[in-house]
């Protein structure tokens, strides 16, 4: 869930506050503008280089067999990142990303180290292993990780724990193995044209079964380490600058490690791929599976506790921190709005939600000393845009409160709480409260 960030102030000049207008360069249409030509750029050199190595229709069969993960894979990471659900240009780009930058700079630094080792060696062999299991997870990973370092620097509100870290890292993977899986399968088809090769026992069956089918997580296996790191950092209070610099290069260099280990699977002997896959890569799988899942429900405990505080200074109905707290009863909710409002309705429902929750979020990281310099400024936009929504999102939240089948909690009903008359809704909660105050 995104925001614009709130307008710089600056000191006051002897007629008034003194704007000073941003450079050319700093301006967001700028910005936006060269990212999408870059991108752009990158996916028409990639677009060209994978179809002059696979052929027409090798590019096409590749193209074909290659999607068909992907939409399973990006379901899954949207899955997670329900809770909080962060705005989708954030995933376009780092699909996008993924698929055409980090692709890119793989494709041309990969085969630039490779055969440089090989001239250097003169043993073609030596150079494509060592370039399979050292020079390709380092570059790989790296070009995948600016993704995520992207986000994390210029999208900050958007970045707030491991979630979004996994998400990112895991979107980003997505997107590159995509364009990998391209280059693989077009090229296997090719290699079957020529050797006459077909049906089970063909290359391209053979690629499809252990990339298509047996490995489709590989890659976003790997870069969500990368993301689990960015993600820890982004919970660490401003003041621990090395652990924030830290953690994501303990993150990168994970992947990277993991990435050699599985590149490297085939050298050790004629089951030592079946071998990393079974003993290692399904065990890592399932662990990291398992917390992401963890974090996602200690996320909507996190909402359960923090926003009852809200609602005893009157912002928040006494039923929502528990609505708020359960995905079924937040599904529920959106469907009432839709049902008697509308697809507006429902999607004011959607925007309640999260900003409640990144609400709630706000509060928890303010608790423990970690929230940013903004954290009041950050606190009163929230606020004020659930009220802009609480006629609309209150009943439905609170239909879904009745209707689901969890004991919820009981409150104490709010104490009256005074009201600013040039906005006409309550004074913010804990008006004494700064978590900055020592």
Known sequence: MATSPPSPTYPPGPHGPVLRHPHWWQRQWVRYGALITLLAMSGLVILALVRRQTGTEGFLVGLGLAVLPVPWLVAAFRWLDRVEPGPWRNLVFAFAWGACAAALIAIVANSF????????????????????????????????????????????????????????????????????????????????????????????????????????????????????????????????????????????????????????????????????????????????????????????????????????????????????????????????????????AARAVAQYEAYATSLAFLRHRGRRGKAGADFVVRERELLDELWKRRDVARPALEYAVRVAPQPRPVYTPPAPTPYWPAYGYPAAPYSAYNPYRT
């Open 113 to 344: 180290a490779t055969k440089w080792i090989a001239t250097a060696t003169a043993d073609p062999a030596s150079a494509d292993t060592l370039g399979a299991t050292v020079i390709a997870p380092i570059v790989e990973e790296s070009a995948k990780a600016a993704a995520v370092l992207l986000v994390f620097l210029f999208r900050r509100r958007d970045f707030t724990g491991i979630v979004d870290g996994v998400v990112i890292a895991g979107i980003t993977a997505t997107g590159f193995a995509f364009t990998e899986n391209i280059l693989y399968l077009g090229t296997a088809f090719g290699a079957d044209q020529v050797s006459g090769g077909s049906g089970i026992a063909s290359v391209t069956a053979a690629t499809f079964f252990v990339r298509i089918v047996m490995s489709p997580f590989a890659h976003p296996l790997f870069t969500t380490l990368t993301g689990l790191g960015f993600g820890i950092s982004a919970l660490s209070a401003e003041r621990q600058r090395a652990r924030r610099v830290l953690l994501p290069l303990g993150g990168l260099l994970l992947a990277m490690s993991m990435h050699a280990f599985w590149n490297g699977s085939s050298t050790f002997g004629e089951f030592g791929f079946f071998a990393v896959y079974g003993g290692f890569m399904v065990p890592v799988f399932g662990l990291l599976t398992w917390l992401a899942i963890f974090t996602r429900q200690r996320e909507l405990r996190t909402v359960r506790e923090e926003l009852p505080a809200y609602v005893l200074a009157g912002w928040l109905g006494p039923a929502e921190p528990f609505a708020l707290g359960s995905m079924r009863a937040r599904r529920t909710a959106r469907d009432y709005a839709r049902h008697h409002g509308g697809r507006p």
